[in-house]
């Protein structure tokens, strides 16, 4: 009975497995943190399980204010969720099978190369050991920086505890703070600010980068998804840096009273963590809608593909952008870095980002009623945070209706598990193999 259940998990549709693995997940979760002792006066089903989500998912919101409600064990919890979310449910998997000396397959292969979004099946456990080994170092590297910070202030168990939890929590890109002001009370500390946002940007960049950058260790001779992912990150940042150091720059409630470091150092640490971490330093509901609707594209946008960052992944929005940019010069191929991109790629960039936009749209739209007491800029906000997998918020999700809790847990599930994964796990294969003529159609 039980092989003939593994036989037929393992061979339905690899996307199918992997969202069936995350809403398990999902419900272990949800009957974890419902445990008496994982909170100090109780949760409801759906809250414990809205925080469930956005911890597998690696988002960081919460309905409920998180230093309030959970115990110590009720945050470990909720750390675990989302070191497995982040790393990736089929790897702790193929990890434990190592660990025990069992063979790993050809089907549990192609699960892990579609759990870590790789392009080929080979060398997909090497690049799991080795996910592995870096997170979990970098984690502890982390780990031992923060405490050096926090423990003199907080005390070894308190402070111990923070400088672990932020340092998964950033690593896998969640945005969960122990603290209800999350990182507010560090705006000028560089310590902080340094170390969080270097494991963000490194959690951010896909571990197949960081595999490529080491195991080449020369920018000319790396992947051009490593070169995109390290020029576009650079780049990218850079520009919103100065856009939002320019928006912000004399608006009293955020960057306004500020001395010009201090200024810089915020504007750094938000534009770094507003692209999927989550973490926050500035009130967001005092930023002005300029650079609200800047970190909304920058949500959206996300981190690179085969990392813990969420949205439609930053080679996407490149591919669509020279795309856009080879059309209008009349070029018929987009090179970057002296290759050319095939067509079947620019086909999939565009549905990775038009799906996702007609279902932000459709939930706005529907939470525009059910939240009808919010503005359409604070639900379009938090919607973005969500299928982005960010966490930050401009204070919807503490008021949010049943309805409006469902919608953003499935937009987090759905940024996290990805469109084209939700798309192909849900379509039927089409066998037909006949072709029909073409026509020209008018479009502009």
Same mark, same amino acid.
């Given at each position: 009975?039980?092989?003939?259940?593994?036989?037929?998990?393992?061979?339905?549709?690899?996307?199918?497995?992997?969202?069936?693995?995350?809403?398990?997940?999902?419900?272990?979760?949800?009957?974890?943190?419902?445990?008496?002792?994982?909170?100090?006066?109780?949760?409801?089903?759906?809250?414990?399980?809205?925080?469930?989500?956005?911890?597998?998912?690696?988002?960081?919101?919460?309905?409920?204010?998180?230093?309030?409600?959970?115990?110590?064990?009720?945050?470990?919890?909720?750390?675990?969720?989302?070191?497995?979310?982040?790393?990736?449910?089929?790897?702790?998997?193929?990890?434990?099978?190592?660990?025990?000396?069992?063979?790993?397959?050809?089907?549990?292969?192609?699960?892990?190369?579609?759990?870590?979004?790789?392009?080929?099946?080979?060398?997909?456990?090497?690049? !799991?050991?080795?996910?592995?080994?870096?997170?979990?170092?970098?984690?502890?590297?982390?780990?031992?920086?923060?405490?050096?910070?926090?423990?003199?202030?907080?005390?070894?168990?308190?402070?111990?505890?923070?400088?672990?939890?932020? !340092?998964?929590?950033?690593?896998?890109? !969640?945005?969960?703070?122990?603290?209800?002001?999350?990182?507010?009370?560090?705006?000028?500390?560089?310590?902080?600010?340094?170390?969080?946002?270097?494991?963000?940007?490194?959690?951010? *960049?896909?571990?197949?980068?960081?595999?490529?950058?080491?195991?080449?260790?020369?920018?000319?001779?790396?992947? *051009?998804?490593?070169?995109?992912?390290?020029?576009?990150?650079?780049?990218?940042?850079?520009?919103?840096?100065?856009?939002?150091?320019?928006?912000?720059?004399?608006?009293?409630?955020?960057?306004?009273?500020?001395?010009?470091?201090?200024?810089?150092?915020?504007?750094?640490?938000?534009?770094?963590?507003?692209?999927?971490?989550?973490?926050?330093?500035?009130?967001?509901?005092?930023?002005?809608?300029? !650079?609200?609707?800047?970190?909304?594209?920058?949500?959206?946008?996300?981190?690179?593909?085969?990392?813990?960052?969420?949205?439609?992944?930053?080679?996407?929005?490149?591919?669509?952008?020279?795309?856009?940019?080879?059309?209008?010069?009349?070029?018929?191929?987009?090179?970057?870095?002296?290759?050319?991109?095939?067509?079947?790629?620019?086909?999939?960039?565009?549905?990775?980002?038009?799906?996702?936009?007609?279902?932000?749209?459709?939930?706005?739209?529907?939470?525009?009623?059910?939240?009808?007491?919010?503005?359409?800029?604070?639900?379009?906000?938090?919607?973005?945070?969500?299928?982005?997998?960010?966490?930050?918020?401009?204070?919807?999700?503490?008021?949010?209706?049943?309805?409006?809790?469902?919608?953003?847990?499935?937009?987090?599930?759905?940024?996290?598990?990805?469109?084209?994964?939700?798309?192909?796990?849900?379509?039927?294969?089409?066998?037909?193999?006949?072709?029909?003529?073409?026509?020209?159609?008018?479009?502009?």
């Amino acid at each position: 009975m039980f092989k003939k259940w593994k036989y037929n998990m393992l061979h339905i549709n690899p996307q199918r497995f992997i969202m069936l693995s995350y809403l398990i997940a999902m419900i272990i979760g949800t009957i974890l943190l419902m445990i008496p002792a994982a909170t100090k006066n109780g949760i409801s089903v759906t809250d414990a399980m809205f925080v469930a989500t956005s911890a597998i998912t690696v988002t960081g919101l919460s309905t409920v204010d998180f230093e309030q409600v959970f115990t110590r064990f009720g945050m470990t919890i909720v750390v675990l969720l989302v070191q497995l979310g982040g790393l990736g449910i089929m790897s702790f998997a193929s990890l434990i099978f190592i660990m025990l000396g069992k063979k790993i397959g050809l089907q549990e292969r192609m699960l892990l190369q579609q759990s870590l979004n790789v392009n080929s099946v080979g060398g997909v456990i090497r690049l !799991a050991k080795y996910l592995f080994i870096f997170s979990f170092t970098i984690e502890f590297i982390a780990f031992i920086l923060l405490s050096i910070r926090w423990v003199p202030e907080y005390g070894i168990y308190d402070g111990g505890f923070a400088a672990f939890f932020h !340092a998964v929590s950033a690593f896998n890109n !969640a945005g969960f703070s122990v603290w209800s002001s999350n990182l507010i009370n560090f705006v000028n500390d560089p310590s902080v600010n340094i170390i969080i946002s270097m494991l963000i940007i490194l959690g951010g *960049l896909g571990f197949t980068v960081i595999v490529d950058i080491y195991m080449k260790r020369s920018f000319r001779k790396l992947s *051009l998804h490593s070169k995109l992912m390290i020029s576009g990150t650079v780049l990218i940042n850079l520009i919103a840096f100065i856009i939002f150091l320019f928006l912000e720059y004399d608006n009293i409630k955020t960057l306004g009273s500020m001395k010009f470091a201090d200024k810089l150092l915020a504007s750094y640490f938000q534009v770094i963590t507003c692209r999927t971490a989550g973490f926050n330093t500035l009130n967001i509901s005092d930023i002005e809608s300029p !650079a609200l609707l800047l970190m909304m594209i920058l949500m959206f946008i996300g981190g690179g593909s085969g990392s813990t960052a969420g949205g439609i992944k930053l080679t996407t929005f490149i591919v669509i952008i020279t795309s856009v940019y080879s059309f209008l010069r009349g070029n018929k191929n987009i090179v970057l870095f002296r290759r050319t991109v095939k067509d079947s790629y620019i086909v999939k960039s565009l549905a990775t980002a038009m799906i996702p936009i007609f279902i932000i749209i459709s939930i706005v739209f529907v939470m525009s009623v059910t939240e009808k007491d919010n503005t359409l800029e604070t639900i379009l906000f938090e919607s973005v945070s969500a299928f982005g997998t960010v966490g930050l918020t401009m204070g919807l999700t503490y008021v949010l209706t049943p309805i409006g809790k469902y919608l953003i847990m499935f937009l987090m599930f759905f940024g996290k598990i990805g469109p084209l994964t939700l798309a192909l796990s849900l379509a039927k294969k089409d066998d037909v193999k006949i072709k029909h003529p073409t026509e020209d159609i008018l479009t502009s």
